[in-house]
């Protein structure tokens, strides 16, 4: 997204405004003096664009400023927003002023509401109702739409974070925006697209609708096994009281009967159940002596095989003998035995082949009667077995009645039918989705592999400020969404040491990230990169661990030629951008450092912005509050 801040603008409570000019396409640098107000520029541009917070410091700042502004660039556009100081309790102000010309006016006055001002900017941010949080967390919920301020993560890197050893993104402290940056990496990367996030809102839809059609029809078919459960109770019960005809053929019928009953209140002669019942009986018994019989059959039968096959084997040895030893027998009876004994032996052999002396499969026939008897069963079931009398009339209305409500509450459950299109459809749609978004959804180690590719870049030209690790290869941690450095060949990352290096693994990761989003094309992340002090590993610490700072002259020459190198790398990333991508950037930078850093070294990008912070000289200089 083309964006450049080009003013900064302070309106004090004495009535006199100070402004501080910026530089599209240009490594701006404010340096100075500690505690001239440097720092608190991120702060400002973080406040003006709808911060809930802010670290602005009441003392010389806050308490001399009566209104905060901003202008800026942004796709060919030029606006300035404007909010008013924080209160005495540091509360945040809900007073904006807004110029979509880019207007400074003499004192700014409330003239837009936060949330009117919001849908202004983040039409510019490309943030429509599409652009959605996509899964919840403890802060976020799914299918919000996400804050044009998260994507200002890809922005800044504050002191606190710049050389940091484990923490590559501001405000990670802030749980929402921990989580945020999880949610909208892809999106900020062009890993994943809008057109994705509503395909994959859409598939998330369906799912839940599939399932809830599911449990539909699971639970109507639970009702409806229910129902002909209650029905076919119902349906006893009158056949009992001989308020409905025995001899039907089917449910449908029988409840055909009771409606009958219900609308015209007759009575059925009793006799027809005792005839029908009779009738079945007969019939089942039949079947039963039917059923015996075969048993009956087949069991004799197979002990007749039995003996047969026993005797059979008995016989074997006399052809044993004939075929062996019959021209040594000269006994004529002894011969005749032998022959006959011969002849039986076939005769049972024939017997017991698979041929059987029947044309009727007994097990078929058994199976057969099997189930007869099964469907004649449950024709008796649904008899009664005695006929129940009613006592009085009364009564017999009072049941009839009861008859007729529980006809009624089980009504829908027989009316209602499942639609199984509906569900097909619903399912062939889902499919149609998923298949859309394997083809659009571009594979995430594609581009982390990009990412690498890209901060490999910016690490080969910072190589002589990395010391042993100059030729290490960088590798993205997507989980924690951090930077480590991998000697050639291991296979797992190194441990990294030196505040040093840590800044230049800082200042490559955040632009190679930039480089990517730019070749991505991505319309969310805004074309800047504030960097608070990259010299601070040299120059040490103003926090309470360190209370000593070096002045330029104690600085090692080979640490100044670090800083030189740093600046160097942010030098000619603008001159990359411009000729190799057509686009805008812009970088500003605080610091400490002298002018000659990058005039010695002849780095054309980079400009002096206003004039060095010191002999009186700040964010708030002091002859503006005399």
């Not at 004090?12 to 530089?23: D, V």
């Given at each position: 997204m083309k964006f450049v801040i080009k003013e900064i603008i302070l309106w004090?409570?004495?009535?006199?405004?100070?402004?501080?000019?910026?530089?599209g396409n240009k490594v701006n640098v404010i340096t100075g003096d500690s505690g001239t107000g440097?720092?608190?520029?991120?702060?400002?541009?973080?406040?003006?664009?709808?911060?809930?917070?802010?670290?602005?410091?009441?003392?010389?700042?806050?308490?001399?400023?009566?209104?905060?502004?901003?202008?800026?660039?942004?796709?060919?556009?030029?606006?300035?927003?404007?909010?008013?100081?924080?209160?005495?309790?540091r509360k945040v102000s809900k007073s904006y002023y807004f110029s979509p010309i880019g207007k400074t006016p003499i004192e700014p006055i409330h003239s837009i509401e936060e949330p009117q001002l919001k849908t202004v900017i983040e039409k510019e941010f490309s943030i429509d109702r599409n652009v959605i949080i996509p899964y919840s967390g403890n802060k976020l919920k799914a299918g919000n739409k996400v804050s044009l301020r998260y994507f200002f993560m890809f922005n800044t890197q504050s002191g606190d974070t710049i050389d940091?050893?484990?923490?590559?993104?501001?405000?990670?402290?802030?749980?929402?925006?921990?989580?945020?940056?999880?949610?909208?990496?892809?999106?900020?990367?062009?890993?994943?697209?809008?057109?994705?996030?509503?395909?994959?809102?859409?598939?998330?839809?369906?799912?839940?609708?599939?399932?809830?059609?599911?449990?539909?029809?699971?639970?109507?078919?639970?009702?409806?096994?229910?129902?002909?459960?209650?029905?076919?109770?119902?349906?006893?019960?009158?056949?009992?009281?001989?308020?409905?005809?025995?001899?039907?053929?089917?449910?449908?019928?029988?409840?055909?009967?009771?409606?009958?009953?219900?609308?015209?209140?007759?009575?059925?002669?009793?006799?027809?159940?005792?005839?029908?019942?009779?009738?079945?009986?007969?019939?089942?018994?039949?079947?039963?002596?039917?059923?015996?019989?075969?048993?009956?059959?087949?069991?004799?039968?197979?002990?007749?095989?039995?003996?047969?096959?026993?005797?059979?084997?008995?016989?074997?040895?006399?052809?044993?003998?004939?075929?062996?030893?019959?021209?040594?027998?000269?006994?004529?009876?002894?011969?005749?035995?032998?022959?006959?004994?011969g002849n039986e032996m076939n005769n049972i052999k024939k017997d017991i082949s698979?041929?059987?002396?029947?044309?009727?499969?007994?097990?078929?026939?058994?199976?057969?009667?099997?189930?007869?008897?099964?469907?004649?069963?449950?024709?008796?079931?649904?008899?009664?077995?005695?006929?129940?009398?009613?006592?009085?009339?009364?009564?017999?209305?009072?049941?009839?009645?009861?008859i007729k409500s529980k006809l009624e509450f089980f009504k829908n459950g027989d009316q209602e039918v499942f639609?199984?299109?509906?569900?097909?459809?619903?399912?062939?749609?889902?499919?149609?989705?998923?298949?859309?978004?394997?083809?659009?959804?571009?594979?995430?180690?594609?581009?982390?592999?990009?990412?690498?590719?890209?901060?490999?870049?910016?690490?080969?030209?910072?190589?002589?400020a990395l010391g042993i690790y100059k030729d290490y290869i960088p590798v993205f941690n997507y989980k924690d969404k951090t930077l480590q450095l991998k000697k050639p060949g291991s296979l797992v990352p190194s441990i990294v040491g030196s505040s040093s290096n840590h800044m230049f693994m800082h200042l490559c990761f955040m632009l190679g990230l930039h480089e990517l989003i730019i070749k991505q094309q991505v319309p969310y992340v805004p074309n800047f990169l504030i960097l608070d002090q990259p010299s601070r590993p040299y120059y040490g610490e103003e926090g309470s661990k360190k209370k000593t700072k070096k002045l330029w002259n104690q600085i090692a020459q080979d640490d100044k030629s670090k800083i030189t190198i740093a600046f160097k790398v942010l030098n000619d990333f603008i001159s990359n951008i411009n000729e190799e991508y057509k686009c805008d950037f812009q970088i500003i930078v605080f610091e400490h450092i002298p002018t000659s850093i990058w005039g010695d070294a002849n780095l054309e990008n980079v400009v002096l912005v206003d004039k060095e912070f010191k002999d009186g000289n700040a964010l708030i200089p002091d002859d503006l509050l005399l």
């Open positions: 004090l409570k004495n009535g006199r405004i100070r402004t501080i000019p910026f530089y440097k720092s608190v520029i991120i702060d400002i541009i973080d406040y003006c664009f709808f911060a809930s917070k802010s670290k602005i410091p009441d003392e010389k700042i806050n308490e001399n400023i009566s209104w905060y502004g901003v202008k800026f660039d942004i796709n060919d556009k030029e606006y300035l927003i404007a909010r008013g100081s924080l209160d005495k309790n940091h050893s484990e923490i590559f993104f501001d405000k990670l402290n802030d749980e929402k925006y921990l989580e945020a940056l999880h949610r909208i990496f892809d999106l900020a990367t062009g890993i994943d697209t809008v057109r994705n996030i509503i395909i994959k809102e859409k598939i998330n839809n369906l799912e839940k609708e599939i399932t809830r059609l599911e449990r539909r029809k699971k639970a109507l078919e639970n009702e409806g096994s229910l129902f002909d459960t209650n029905i076919r109770n119902i349906v006893k019960k009158a056949k009992e009281y001989d308020l409905i005809p025995l001899n039907s053929k089917s449910l449908k019928e029988d409840l055909g009967n009771l409606k009958n009953l219900i609308n015209n209140i007759r009575i059925i002669d009793s006799s027809d159940n005792v005839k029908e019942l009779e009738k079945l009986q007969k019939k089942k018994n039949e079947l039963k002596h039917k059923i015996r019989s075969y048993n009956k059959f087949k069991k004799e039968f197979t002990i007749y095989r039995k003996l047969e096959i026993d005797t059979f084997e008995s016989l074997k040895p006399i052809n044993y003998i004939k075929e062996n030893y019959g021209n040594l027998i000269q006994n004529e009876s002894l011969n005749e035995l032998l022959d006959i004994l698979n041929k059987r002396p029947f044309n009727i499969n007994v097990d078929s026939e058994l199976k057969k009667l099997k189930i007869e008897l099964e469907l004649i069963q449950k024709d008796i079931d649904k008899i009664p077995q005695f006929t129940q009398e009613f006592n009085t009339e009364i009564e017999k209305y009072i049941f009839i009645g009861e639609n199984e299109d509906e569900l097909l459809t619903k399912e062939e749609e889902l499919e149609q989705l998923k298949l859309e978004l394997e083809e659009e959804l571009l594979d995430r180690s594609i581009v982390i592999k990009l990412f690498e590719e890209l901060i490999q870049k910016y690490l080969n030209e910072s190589s002589d």
